[in-house]
């Protein structure tokens, strides 16, 4: 029996044709969650918030998406220790949930930001890094203007301690995140969050294949 | 008052009139002999936007029906959104290449977004799912008035509104020319995609008693007289068009896509317009025209953002994000509720009538009665006066600039972001979103996964401002040629053209002989690669206080390829591999160096060239490369500033290249412009030169290796060395 794969989608997402298909690639089921319905946690084993500028990004980025019926069942999902990634505006989404620790702000230089960017694998104690190594260098893109990883003191030093330290930029820092943070997982390690896109590097034609590491 | 003065007065507010409406006396004359009476007030309004230059097409109509050439793959599409290309396997696509130049000079970041928006519609109006979009853009010099502000709003509007609605930018060109310091282009385009099975839409109003349905963002006073505001030249009180200017909201854009798409596959819908110039006038005049039917229209019930707006603001508001569809009754209900659950709105402001006459009420007042092919079909055609070419530009005897001085000139260049690498533009546009990318902005071809096949979508942005320049027809054919050659390079055939020409003042005669030289020259070269252009849009008047634009006729070529995988890169991958060029030689000129110092190049042309068959025999080059085994790093063609201008190009952070020792002639040829070549790079240096040699046989093309990649070292000559960490750091700069 495949995995079955809930995709949340809100008023703008826009990556969520692309998650779908590097679910369906991996033999899982994918359906879409829409936002204003709440759904049965113990229907899916996994949940993906994708991509996108869900409510054209007003207020702050996720801040709306955040307020959603749909998110009411994927705090419920959460709590049951079942895996959620977010992705770019997901990741976005989590933290203004509060499912995540910090928040994401303006990329330093105030501009959106597409290029592909090197990482490091911080630890690989959650269920999306089964496949890699702590310490492994990553290859993939990202397309965010808001990507600017914050936290208080005290917060990411528990982040640090409790190894929710996920992802961390190499070589170049694209946006200005704190600790070079690129992706982030709360203190069960269940909710993790990233700014690059591993669906857009699933194969070497589109420039990197180490977004299959993820499922 | 006496009769005279009251005459006087009349006469006043008749050339004023004439003046708002932007008619002139021969088309009032027109307009009352079709009417066969005076015109009503909103008719007035409605003759006024149809007829502009920018709806109407009436200086260039005549020329462009030279672009009627089609073949097996390009239906006819009978004047719908955009040209559709079949590309098999049950796959098409459409597209099309819009301008937005004169909203963009006055407000650049509301003008470029808007004008990405607009192109969109064009797409999604016909069923297609936009998969990937591209710009040309030009620019004048970096330290002219406005001109950073007007590049950094260009960008940021392209951006936001593009990756917001979640379309990939995947190419694009940016020009820098003191002849666009008051008059910038942004030329948008966009392409769509058709699965197997998947209907197309038309926009051809059918079906009497039907409804006429306003979906999307409420109407409100921004645009008003936009089409006819773009289809004058500009003055010192340009800056006072800005509330002429349209603002965008991607987000809503976005949802419009999603329930336009999903109305179209659940098939509510009978056929469906955008609002785009002249707004609700020009789409519900061109459905009826098209369908052969009249449509009544109830403005009142138009959703209006300010109550107070007027039946002829109203007619020609320019909002964005709104579509006109007609559907069957019976589908009202589910349409509507489709439209709801992507949180937008559809009302209904009337429905199809039998009579082909559209009838415009104000509530229970008839504001018009009118038979819109009067408008449409019957919108004045002009022979604008023009000259038969001349190639004013030509000579037998080239010479090469005295003194030039590559160090200095590529210095300087850098300074003037001419030679830059449009990183920083680039990097702020998402050119994987969609995740179809195999090629982008770093590539001089961009392409995409078909979803359904797996081939590989080709597109280019073409046209070399500096070229035409130089000359009209040669500028015109490059824009076709020298697409389909990069297409070539990478192994894709191009398979149709959209363009989008930019001119000045079409009633100047020698504007309009550039007008005419160039669409007759990309005709041919069209036919002659077997690439119909099955789209596009003429902007003309690009003139401020007198001074108008190079003649810029940009084009969008796609191209096609069995598979996405092992595309050559045009950058150097690795040190010590040897660098061979492959030459014919058409036209040999120094326009890219002259024109850094303000000087129009003279050109030499070899009327034996035989541009079509060279790009043919590069377009076999990849499978005979891969048939004998050979690897091959990079592959580039030659562009403007020749072949040191090309290796430049072609360095990366680690890789740089030495030409110093096998070339026999002086530095400055170097920098020499000779149509058509490219470079290739290869650690199997002799078999591919052999290979080369070989393959273009019989064609009168040159073949010679230039040099070697290095680790870290750009040298162009024993004496011309440049510092490789200084170029990088300064090609990678922008504003």
Known sequence: MGLKVGIARFLGTNCDEDVRKWVLSKSATADYLWYEDQFDPNAYDMVIIPGGFSYGDYLRCGALAALTPVMKSVREFAKKEKPILGICNGFQILCESGLLPG?????????????????????????????????????????HGEGNYYAEGDTLKMMADQNQIWLTYRQENPNGALMNIAGITNEKHNICGLMPHPERAQTTWMGSSDGAFFL | MSSQTANQTSEQNFEQKLKTYRLSHDEYRLMTSLLARDPHPIEWALFSALWSE??????????????????????????????VVDLGFGEKIAFKMESHNHPSF????????????????????????PIMSANFLCFGEVEAPRMKELMRGVVKGISSYGNCVGVPTVTGQTNIHARFNKNILVNALSVGYFGPGQKMALSKAAGPGNLVVYVGAKTGRDGVHGASMASESFDENSESKRPNVQIGDPFFEKLLIEACLEVLEKEYVVAMQDMGAAGLTSSSFEMA?????GLVIDLKKVPLRDSSMSAEDILLSESQERMLLVCEPINFEKLQAT??????????????????????????????????????????????????????????????????DPKKWIAESLQKLTLNQAHWIHNQYDQRVGARTAKACESSVAFVKLDHSGRGLGLVVGCRPEVMLMDAEIGALDAVYYPALQLALKGAEALAITDCLNYGNPQKVELMSEFVASVDAIAKASHEIDAPVISGNVSF??????????????????????????????????????????QMNWVESWVHVLNSENTISKFKQNAAAD??????????????????????????????????????????????????????NQTTDLFKDQFYGFIIASEQGDEVFTLLNNHFKGLAVEVKKIGKTTEQKIKFSADTEIDFKEFRSNFVKGL
């Open chain 2, 611 to 664: 541009v079509p068959q060279f790009i043919k025999k590069c377009l076999k080059l990849e499978s005979a490369i891969n048939k004998q085994g050979l690897n091959v790093g990079s592959i580039k063609a030659v562009g403007l500033g020749g072949i040191g201008t090309t290796c430049l190009k072609m360095t990366t952070d680690e890789i740089g290249f030495d030409l110093s020792f096998e070339q026999a």
């Open chain 2, 54 to 83: 920018h709806c109407s097409y009436k200086s260039s109509k005549i020329h462009l029906r030279k672009f009627s050439y089609r073949n097996e793959k390009t239906p006819d599409m009978d004047g719908e959104n955009a040209g």
């Open chain 2, 289 to 293: 025209s098209r369908g052969g039917v």
């Open chain 2, 339 to 404: 439209f709801k659950k992507w949180g937008l709105d559809a009302a209904v402001l009337g429905e199809v009538q039998k009579e082909r006459k559209i009838k415009l009420m104000w509530g229970p007042e008839t504001l018009t009665n009118i038979d819109p092919d009067l408008i449409v079909e019957k919108a004045p055609r002009y022979d604008r006066a023009f000259s038969k070419w001349a190639y004013p530009n030509r000579t037998d005897y080239l010479k090469a600039p005295v003194n030039f």
């Open chain 2, 106 to 129: 006055i407000e650049p970041v509301q003008g470029a977004a808007t004008g990405v928006g607009g192109i969109l519609r064009d797409i999604f109006t016909m069923g297609a799912r």
């Open chain 1, 103 to 143: 928040a994401l702000l303006r990329n330093k230089d105030q501009r959106f930001k597409d290029q592909w960017v090197t990482l490091k694998v911080e630890q690989n104690k959650n269920h999306f890094s089964k496949k890699m190594t702590t310490g492994q260098i990553l290859k993939l893109p990202i397309a």
């Open chain 2, 541 to 582: 008047y690009n003139e401020t206080l007198g001074e108008n634009i190079i003649s810029t006729p940009a084009t969008g070529v796609v191209g096609l390829r069995e598979s996405v995988e092992d595309l050559i890169s045009d950058q150097f991958q690795t040190a010590f591999q040897t660098l061979i060029l492959v």
